[in-house]
């Protein structure tokens, strides 16, 4: 599931980095588009990262249960 997110990402920079080489020929509206998507991805990656943590402290509260 992880190694699919970091693809995601991966992809996304591939968009990007052409985008920020027109940044001066573009306008406002495409910077709004960009920075919206953006802040999309990265409110995925914070959802993923509370999730991989929340399964690190089960994991770990499991763990001390059994001993």
């Known amino acids: 599931m992880f190694a699919l997110v970091f693809v ?10 052409p985008w920020a080489m027109s940044f001066d020929v573009s306008g ?3 910077f709004m588009e ?8 990265m409110l995925v ?9 929340g399964m ?10 059994r001993k």
């Open 28 to 30: 406002v509206s495409v």
């Open 45 to 53: 990656q914070l959802c993923m990262a509370k999730r991989s943590i």
């Open 8 to 17: 995601v990402f991966d992809v996304e920079t591939v968009f990007l980095y």
């Open 56 to 65: 690190v402290l089960a994991e770990y509260s499991d763990n001390q249960k």
């Open 34 to 41: 960009a920075l919206i998507f953006g802040l999309s991805q």
